[in-house]
């Protein structure tokens, strides 16, 4: 069992860059794959990041590659998510996960935190 807890988000103007953090407690994430997946408003949940569970691989959603970066820092039970250029359609409720399924395109988490919203003004 896996708590997560996520932290960072806010309210950002376009262009601007902000960092999520997701702090794993009750079980050590390094045995876990980790993501970040988000949420807006009328839309569906949709996959934004994943790490490995050593760190050597990460995945990214299409709608943010090369803008986001997804690390670990195990020593610390903590995902990162780095956000460069935001736009106003990043605007959203950002979850932490943990575990669980990953197709290559779709992420079914295990776990899942409560959430943080990143809104992203014009």
């Known amino acids: 069992q896996v708590q997560l807890l996520e932290s960072g988000g806010g309210l950002v103007q376009a262009g601007d860059s902000l960092r999520l953090s997701c702090a794993a407690s009750g079980s050590t994430s390094s045995g876990y794959r980790m993501g970040w997946l988000r949420q807006a408003r009328g839309k569906e949940r949709e996959f934004i990041a994943l790490?490995?569970?050593?760190?050597?691989?990460?995945y990214y959603g299409d709608s943010v590659k090369g803008r986001f970066t997804i690390s670990r820092d195990d020593a610390d039970n903590t995902v990162y998510l780095q956000m460069n250029s935001l736009k106003p359609e990043d605007t959203a409720v950002y979850y932490c996960?943990?575990?669980?399924?990953?197709?290559?395109?779709?992420?079914?988490?295990?776990?899942w935190g409560r959430g943080t919203q990143v809104t992203v003004s014009s």
């Open positions: 996960a943990a575990g669980g399924l990953f197709s290559g395109t779709n992420y079914y988490p295990t776990y």
């Open positions: 790490i490995s569970r050593s760190g050597a691989n990460t």
